[in-house]
């Protein structure tokens, strides 16, 4: 997963998530991308969530994600980029076109990105999930998202 050089078996939890935002989205619509894709993120890569978690009183929590999840900022331009180069290096890549937040009727949604190429999509936001060093040479240079 994620890389020529990287020697582990498909099955083997990946070692490494990151949500990246459109830096200029308000703090709604970030925050709704981020979540979008860590929803899709999880529903691709179930092995992902961890095992339940117990309090002292014995109480069962639902598990979270062992690796965590960094969300980085970029601009929108950057965002494409990422995205061909999370493919390149053959990482899962999930995508959220910006005509993602223009509707919520999903029928509309498939109808729009079905007009457009790809080269031609933009996005609100790209996760990567793979290998740690692929990954990590693709966001080195993004800080969180503010």
Same mark, same amino acid.
């Given at each position: 997963?994620?890389?020529?050089?990287?020697?582990?078996?498909? *099955? /083997?939890?990946?070692?490494?998530?990151?949500? @990246?935002?459109? %830096?200029?989205?308000?703090?709604?619509?970030?925050?709704? *991308? *981020?979540? @979008?894709?860590?929803?899709?993120?999880?529903?691709?890569?179930? *092995?992902?969530?961890?095992?339940?978690?117990?309090?002292?009183?014995?109480?069962?929590?639902?598990?979270?994600?062992?690796?965590?999840?960094? @969300?980085?900022?970029?601009?929108? %331009? /950057?965002?494409?980029?990422?995205?061909?180069?999370?493919?390149?290096?053959?990482?899962?890549?999930?995508?959220?076109?910006?005509?993602?937040?223009?509707?919520?009727?999903?029928?509309?949604?498939?109808?729009?990105?079905?007009?457009? /190429?790809?080269?031609?999509?933009?996005?609100?936001?790209?996760?990567?999930?793979? %290998?740690?060093?692929?990954?990590?040479?693709?966001? %080195?240079?993004?800080?969180?998202?503010?």
């Amino acid at each position: 997963m994620c890389d020529a050089d990287n020697a582990q078996p498909a *099955a /083997t939890l990946p070692q490494r998530c990151v949500i @990246v935002v459109d %830096a200029q989205l308000p703090p709604g619509r970030a925050a709704n *991308a *981020a979540a @979008v894709l860590a929803l899709s993120v999880g529903r691709r890569h179930p *092995a992902l969530v961890g095992p339940p978690l117990v309090d002292a009183s014995g109480v069962e929590h639902p598990g979270l994600i062992p690796i965590g999840i960094a @969300v980085l900022a970029a601009d929108q %331009a /950057t965002l494409a980029g990422i995205r061909d180069k999370g493919a390149a290096a053959g990482c899962d890549v999930i995508d959220f076109p910006l005509q993602g937040q223009q509707t919520t009727d999903y029928g509309a949604l498939r109808d729009a990105i079905a007009q457009v /190429t790809t080269a031609d999509l933009r996005y609100v936001g790209v996760a990567l999930v793979g %290998a740690r060093k692929p990954i990590g040479r693709i966001v %080195a240079n993004l800080g969180l998202l503010k």
